[in-house]
């Protein structure tokens, strides 16, 4: 089970609480299963027995459903079926304007492209994540639990011929209490005091943080923050992560997934001919985190950028391309989008023109087609507006729409491995299927090897090493399968320490939310970037572990990672050390950072503490006859206090000596 959206809060005066609500004590009500309108309106209306726990079908989970709950008094909670294919109409529960306050166009900066007003993205976005509701909402997978719900409303609630079923009912509580209130001002100020004043102190909401995954061609030193001589970086980005109106439930398979298997297969396809041929500038790869929540890692990086926190800063980037949703591509075009506002610099448009005509170069050698949208419209939702906010830096976002998304699931959990095609053969094994190279795949290949050869391009790399820059197919198919169906996989477990391993599935249903931890998406990308883009060295465990005492080693320049290898026939594995210039840095909004929970400038996503998440179901009486054996239990009770107190006032005459005992004597 999963529920709703983990209680998330945000800044008061953008949204409200963005959450269930649920009592301490649980919440509980009559089941009944939501099958028909009719169903519908018993819950609402005529139904004898409210309040209702409600079990639906992912078909009737609306907007419009969901809002008639949320204004019915008659409602205890919900839960839904989870469906692995969603509405043809498709269905968002995001907003139509997706992190519209956080983005670079404002009333100061293109006023007439603000608040989505020149192009919807996300027409499908119904702003459901955005509701707050009384009650507790929860996920269902349908297996055997979903089955015994329904076989206990079937024995004990269905309806028989149009009449109300008799006593007991079968009902249903749920169990997500939250300890956070209000919004992310009033929580973290108490969270604040807490730690201020209590000897012991309980978090009451957590800011959503994580980190960034980040590496470059040429090594940078780590250490040393804030300007680098004489050093151009050309940025390629994509995000890390996604949401959606569920609690640790968000596939994102479009969204999210397509683009960072597109940049990992990139980095891997380029990694060997940069080392061989380096271009003039150096190439950073960047992952960023929380991108779902206002650009909480892009934000935290350009933050840093800017106060010579990271390895590089705002004047070391020379440009960036950004690989946006591009999973539905389907032999279409691509799109080019660039920031119309920025362009109107005579510099800035040159360099833009510039890295369109190299990605064009590169796309016609490849039978692709690439386009650009209209010298007017907008950005899409992208992590390059954060950029664009501080500076005018030439960049572009690479997609599979020209203006409106294409993914009919922006956000949502039908936004999964079947709806970007990746689907395989019935008799395959588990390891076959890791191997099959799906039609999503083949697409993404070709996709990879367009950006890895157009950024070595404008990394200023030689033409004629182009055509040794292409990404495997094979690769891509394993990431696709390890991201979107089988995330404990032999070769996933090979790339992880060894210690990971034995854990399950660790990356769970793939793309999250994140709080205060390293994600388990996180912790993949940076053992697979390693793996993809480092050296197998002869260090063992210590020496992998503890770098700085080898000579020869820096852990300035590299990260040492110890992997677990391989599985051998036997069953075991050959761990070994791999060194990269792979690196973690901190995706926590800087607004937490200025202790600003009400900025204006920075995310300000913080999400709610709790103990427990479960639920239960149990047969309930009738209230007459819950009322009778409370009647009759204050009744046993009175006579019980009668009984006592004339037991006790005649304990003298009850409970005396009636003759004295004989004295004996021998």
Not at 488 to 517: C, D, K, M
Not at 568 to 577: I, K, Q, R, W
């Amino acid at each position: 089970m999963a529920p709703v959206g983990g209680c998330i809060f945000h800044d008061c005066l953008i949204c409200l609480w963005l959450c269930a609500l649920a009592s301490i004590s649980g919440d509980t009500g009559v089941l009944h299963v939501l099958e028909t309108e009719a169903d519908l309106d018993w819950i609402l209306s005529t139904g004898p027995h409210p309040p209702y726990m409600v079990v639906m079908e992912a078909a009737f989970f609306t907007r419009s459903t969901m809002v008639k709950m949320k204004n019915s008094s008659r409602v205890a909670g919900v839960a839904v079926i989870k469906s692995n294919t969603g509405p043809t109409e498709g269905f968002s529960p995001h907003t139509s304007c997706p992190n519209q306050n956080t983005g670079v166009y404002t009333e100061h900066y293109g006023p007439e492209l603000a608040n989505c007003n020149n192009t919807v993205w996300n027409p499908l976005g119904n702003g459901l994540s955005y509701e707050d509701f009384a009650f507790p909402i929860f996920s269902l997978k349908d297996d055997n639990q979903t089955q015994v719900i329904r076989k206990c409303y079937e024995d004990h609630n269905m309806r028989m011929n149009g009449s109300a079923p008799q006593y007991p009912l079968c009902a249903m509580q749920l169990f997500s209490h939250m300890h956070a209130v209000t919004d992310t001002v009033t929580c973290m100020r108490r969270t604040d005091l807490q730690n201020s004043f209590s000897i012991n102190p309980e978090k009451l909401c957590d800011p959503l943080s994580d980190f960034n995954v980040w590496t470059s061609i040429r090594p940078l030193n780590n250490s040393i923050k804030g300007h680098k001589e004489n050093e151009s970086v050309v940025i390629a980005a994509a995000r890390l992560d996604g949401r959606s109106f569920f609690w640790d439930i968000a596939p994102s398979a479009e969204g999210t997934v397509s683009s960072i298997v597109t940049l990992l297969a990139a980095a891997q396809a380029l990694y060997p001919v940069a080392l061989e041929a380096p271009p003039q500038r150096n190439i950073f790869f960047t992952f960023f985190q929380g991108e779902a929540f206002d650009y909480i890692g892009s934000s935290r990086m350009v933050y840093d950028m800017e106060n010579s926190k990271f390895v590089i800063d705002l004047d070391n980037v020379h440009s960036l391309l950004e690989i946006g949703q591009i999973g539905l591509r389907n032999g279409q075009s691509l799109w080019m989008h660039s920031d119309p506002v920025s362009r109107k610099n005579t510099t800035v448009n040159k360099q833009v023109a510039n890295l369109v005509a190299n990605i064009k170069s590169v796309a016609s050698s490849l039978n692709l087609s690439l386009n650009e949208p209209s010298a007017t419209q907008a950005l899409p939702p992208s992590s390059f507006q954060r950029f664009l906010r501080v500076r005018p830096v030439p960049g572009l976002v690479l997609a599979d729409h020209q203006a409106s998304f294409t993914n009919r699931y922006y956000e949502s959990l039908y936004d999964t491995a079947t709806y970007l095609n990746v689907t395989y053969p019935s008799d395959l094994s588990p390891e076959q299927q890791l191997e099959y190279e799906t039609e999503a795949a083949k697409s993404l290949t070709q996709v990879a090897t367009l950006v890895a050869r157009s950024i070595y391009k404008q990394a200023g790399g030689e033409d004629r090493f182009l055509n040794n820059i292409t990404a495997d197919t094979k690769t891509v198919a394993k990431l696709l399968y390890g991201f979107l169906i089988m995330s404990n996989n032999s070769w996933f477990s090979s790339l992880l320490p060894p210690e990971a391993l034995g854990r399950g599935s660790i990356l769970g249903l793939v793309i999250t939310h994140i709080i205060n931890t390293l994600t388990s998406v996180t912790r993949f990308v940076q053992f697979i970037l390693a793996n993809m883009t480092g050296t197998v060295t002869k260090l063992n465990q210590s020496q992998c572990q503890n770098p700085k005492d080898v000579p020869g080693e820096s852990k300035d320049l590299y990260s040492y990672s110890w992997v677990s290898g391989p599985v051998s026939v036997n069953g075991t594995t050959d761990p070994y050390c791999v060194r990269s210039s792979v690196h973690l840095s901190k995706a926590l909004s800087p607004a937490f950072e200025l202790t600003d929970y009400g900025s204006r400038e920075y995310s300000t996503w913080t999400e709610s503490r709790w103990k427990t998440i479960r639920a239960r179901i149990f047969l309930v009486a009738s209230p007459q006859l819950e009322m009778m054996t409370l009647g009759v239990g204050v009744a046993v009770l009175l006579v019980s206090l009668v009984v006592t107190y004339f037991i006790s006032s005649k304990a003298e005459l009850l409970f005396s000596a009636t003759r004295e005992p004989p004295n004996t004597t021998y």
